[in-house]
Nanobody, 125 residues
Framework: QVRLVESGGGLVQAGGSLRLACEVA????????MGWFRQAPGREREFVGA????????RYANSVKGRFTISRSYTQNTVYLQMDSLKPEDTSVYYC??????????????????WGQGTQVTVSS
């Protein structure tokens, strides 16, 4: 059983920064990828970025490229989403997810097997 526990959401002004964390608990797979998605009210869930656990390779959506950075900590079994230069349109519930059959860094929900509970990020103008 895999459990993903997210933290770090909150309210921030436009131009500010937040860092989200996603701790992986339970069974640890030898190779996997972690993804971040977000969903705003009335909209579909969209890909934000992903990281390969073993090699640290990353992939980002164009809308966040250059502003968001994904990293991971081996010792804490945690993936981070550093969000800088936040905009009101970044307001969403953010979810982390794990792909336990990592071949490449997927950008679709169906590429991922387990999901966190989500954390709210609100950016005020």
């Amino acid at each position: 059983q895999v459990r993903l526990v997210e933290s770090g959401g909150g309210l921030v002004q436009a131009g500010g920064s937040l860092r989200l964390a996603c701790e992986v608990a339970g069974h640890i797979f030898s190779t996997y990828a972690m993804g971040w998605f977000r969903q705003a009210p009335g909209r579909e869930r969209e890909f934000v970025g992903a990281i390969g656990w073993s090699d640290g390779s990353t992939r980002y959506a164009n809308s966040v490229k250059g502003r968001f950075t994904i990293s991971r900590s081996y010792t804490q079994n945690t993936v981070y989403l550093q969000m800088d230069s936040l905009k009101p349109e970044d307001t969403s519930v953010y979810y982390c997810a794990i792909d336990t059959n990592w071949i490449d860094l997927g950008t679709h929900e169906h590429d991922y097997d387990y999901w966190g509970q989500g954390t709210q990020v609100t950016v005020s103008s």
